[in-house]
């Protein structure tokens, strides 16, 4: 428990795990403190509800838990479809005045892009958020299927990065599209995957095999799909295990150094080895049920080559890569022999990673992309740390990590706060919403808590009539109509 | 209301009356050790919960996350059944990984566990050694 009665009010900006979490060790360790918690859209829960993948119900079930925090509505309060900082919402200064503190734990709603000239004119380029956004139906660009993704015509896919994104990707398109009906899919999600006939996907990494980013759970899951083979190429692989990487996966080099080393086996065992081009032809032009997974590795994009009337991607141009550098801070850079090849997609997907925006008021790292702190207390441009203002999750150390290290940081986060607390560095306020919902325009409508559950049943309701857990509300304006 | 703190257990521990077994968790960075009264079949995430010891359970118990990572005592890890395969896939990502290390969810307590210590790995930078990095009066 924090060793202080003070009255302090915290806002958290941001509904996602950092944020909940947050919240969470706040209220737990806490007697006269509160919480409110901001989010731009009507929803709460952030990439639970949008990022997480529609066949992993297991790992929604923290849902129940933040649900749990925002139920305690004498100490917590929703304040959904509020922007703040951007988007002509709260500034950050009003915010800070009204507030004991400020966790900014918004995430990263932005994405790295290739640096190809035509990535954002082609069709059929995505990045890996507009993907999720769309099989999770968030809220934010919606794809348009038939014209977009053109699934019925689509048999040759690419995904540039192997992160579990991209594994979340490549699942969703592989699996019979009958075994997400009975979670939270939206239904039209489901109708278009039911025209997939897709048989070849890339899931293109630019450094080696030990180097892959995704996770054994997730490639063991893919295995285990019905009619899915796995294949990498002979070659890359074993140009993959230089002595810098098999070091890498030593015991002793890293804590992680046991899982690159299982995951390493485990593709070994699982995988089929393609050995020449020929090879490879008959495998993707083969005529059987079976859909091909190519995990590609030391290659690099470097064109996307498209037919010039449809203006869509057909190919993309891939570079050879090597490995080079010390163990543990290996790069990729192009194989000096110049050796370039071209595989066939009409969809090509870039899953190369999220990356946080900046908000107007709050110092910004623009290489890392992430707001510069200490121990989670946010630093002015001086470098100096300013008590009462905080981030904790993507935002804080970058858009990567399991769910456990979101919580770890979060925690960490915390403890800078209680410190602060302790030392009576904070300001006590009683902020009532009234003075909250004063700096909200008035054309905006914001969404409590009770808002949210009547939205949150209304989705369960339409859910259970087709037999799902719940079906989401694809359109913002639909979501505030309910609880007009 | 009250927020409720734990997901996990049936949220109180067992009684004298129910001879419950004795042992221990250890916060590895303060260390702090905590007694705690477990049944027998309970999981130690269950008996962490029940106890109010902090332990996440992210994914209630259904072997998605790795937020219950337990630390044991090398006896008591050598008797267990092995982990199954979705569980070591998880430990692999666990922070603090060490050769006796268990997802809390997956361990159930028996007679033989009476005195032990579990550990739960040290959760982060302990930030209050580097005080001198920090300016804490503004």
Redesign the interface.
């Known amino acids: 428990m924090v060793r202080s009665n003070k009255e302090y009010r915290f806002a958290i900006v941001g509904s996602g795990p950092a944020g909940f979490y947050c919240g ?1 060790q706040i ?2 360790n806490t007697k006269n403190v509160r919480v409110d918690i901001f989010d731009r859209n009507p929803h709460p829960f952030g990439l639970v509800r949008t990022g997480v993948a529609p066949d ?1 119900p ?2 929604k ?2 849902e ?2 933040y649900q ?2 925002l ?6 309060r929703f304040f959904g479809n509020v922007w703040v900082g951007t988007n002509n919402g709260i500034p950050i200064e009003k915010l800070r005045e009204l507030y004991s503190g400020v966790v900014l734990a918004y995430g990263a709603t932005s994405e790295r892009k290739l640096g190809l000239p035509n990535e954002e004119s082609l069709r059929g380029v995505f990045s890996s958020r507009q993907m999720a956004n769309w099989y999770n139906g968030s809220l934010d660009d919606i794809l348009d299927p038939e014209q977009d993704l053109d699934l019925q015509n689509l048999k040759d896919m690419a995904i540039i990065g192997n992160g579990n994104v991209a594994m979340d990707i490549s699942r969703v398109l592989l699996k019979n599209p009958k075994l997400l009906q009975p979670f939270d899919a939206p239904t039209p999600v489901i109708e278009q995957l039911m025209k997939l006939k897709l048989k070849n996907l890339s899931v293109i990494g630019r450094r080696g095999v030990i180097q892959s980013a995704f ?3 997730e490639i ?1 899951e893919i295995s285990r799909i019905e009619n899915v083979q796995l294949y990498m190429f002979r070659e890359e692989y074993d140009q993959s295990r230089n002595d810098q990487s098999i070091e890498e996966t030593g015991a002793g080099f890293s ?2 150094s ?2 690159w080393h ?2 390493t086996e485990f593709l070994k065992e699982t995988c089929k080895f393609i050995d020449s081009i020929e090879q490879y032809q008959d495998i993707t032009h083969s005529r059987n049920d079976t859909k091909n997974l190519f995990l590609r590795y030391l290659q690099n994009p470097i064109e996307l080559l498209s037919n010039q009337i449809s203006n869509r991607i057909n190919k993309v141009r891939l570079q050879k890569m090597v490995l080079e550098g010390e163990v543990g801070h290996q790069r990729a850079v192009p194989d000096p022999q110049n050796i370039q090849s071209e595989i066939e997609c009409q969809l090509l997907v870039k899953s190369i990673g999220y990356q946080s925006r900046p908000i107007e008021g709050v110092t910004f790292n623009s290489q890392t992309c992430t707001i510069p702190h ?2 989670g207390c946010i630093l002015d441009k001086n470098g ?2 300013q ?1 009462g203002f905080y981030v904790a999750g993507w935002l804080k150390r970058g858009p990567n990590g ?4 979101t ?3 979060s ?2 986060t915390f ?2 706060i209680k ?1 602060h607390m302790e ?1 009576d ?1 904070l300001q006590e306020k009683n902020t009532t919403v009234e003075e909250v919902l004063k700096l909200i325009p008035s054309d905006q409508k914001s969404v409590d808590f009770i808002d949210w559950q009547k939205i949150d049943s209304v989705e369960k309701k339409r859910g259970e009539e087709h037999g799902k857990t719940r079906e989401k509300i694809l359109v913002k304006e639909d979501m505030l109509k309910i609880i007009k | 209301m009250q927020v409720r703190q734990f997901s996990c257990g049936i949220g109180y521990p067992p009684k004298p009356e129910e001879n419950p077994v004795r042992f221990s968790f250890l916060y590895t960075k303060e260390n702090d050790k905590q007694e705690v009264l477990a049944r027998e079949g309970e999981t130690l995430l269950e008996v962490a919960h029940n106890n109010k010891i902090e332990l996440e359970g992210a994914c209630e118990q259904s072997l998605a996350c790795s937020t219950c990572h337990v630390i044991l005592e090398e006896e008591i890890f050598e008797n267990l059944e092995s982990p199954k395969e979705e569980e070591e896939d998880l430990l692999d990502l666990a922070y603090g990984l060490t050769l006796t290390s268990r997802l809390g969810c997956q361990v159930k307590v028996t007679r033989a566990m009476e005195g032990m210590l579990v550990k739960l790995p040290s959760n982060t930078r302990n930030f209050y050694v580097d005080k001198n990095k920090l300016d804490l009066h503004k």
């Open positions: 969470k209220l737990k992993h297991e790992m079930k923290i129940k838990d749990e925090i139920r305690d509505t004498e100490r917590c996770t054994i759970k063991r804590p992680l046991r899982g299982r995951r200490q121990y100096q740390i008590p399991i769910i456990d290290a919580l770890r940081d925690v960490e403890r800078i410190h030392c560095d």
